[in-house]
């Protein structure tokens, strides 16, 4: 399974960028996908996952939408009102199942950098 992160770069304060996250391989069915930031000396943190329902992050509600598309297995994450603290390298991960036991498999995208200037 390959998760491939796009979207990132650089934007101005307040500004907005898109995330997307296209999973790829014999995947039988994406059951959660979710965004975590990692920015430098800092420890990884969760941004947005969804699964039945969505969970935010503290600094990112009422910012951030996630959203899936299971026809495509791909994952979005709209980040708007954009700040200088949610400059960080972005990571993709979703929980796949492979046959209808549902047991999941944890993958990673490569990370995809989210710079914020201010």
């Known amino acids: 399974v390959q998760l491939v992160e796009s979207g990132g770069g650089l934007v101005q304060t307040g500004g907005s960028l898109r995330l997307s996250c296209a999973a790829s391989?014999?995947?039988?069915?994406?059951?959660?996908m979710g965004w975590y930031r990692q920015a430098p000396g800092k420890e990884r943190e969760l941004v947005a996952a969804?699964?039945?329902?969505?969970n935010y992050g503290d600094s990112v509600k009422g910012r951030f939408i996630i959203s899936r598309d299971n026809a495509k297995n791909t994952g979005y994450l709209q980040m708007n009102s954009l700040k200088p603290e949610d400059t960080a390298v972005y990571y993709c991960?979703?929980?796949?199942?492979?046959?209808?036991?549902?047991?999941?498999?944890?993958?990673w995208g490569q990370g995809t950098q989210v710079t914020v200037s201010s």
């Open positions: 391989g014999s995947i039988f069915r994406i059951n959660a």
């Open positions: 969804i699964r039945s329902n969505t």
């Open positions: 991960n979703a929980q796949v199942t492979f046959d209808p036991t549902n047991k999941e498999f944890s993958y």
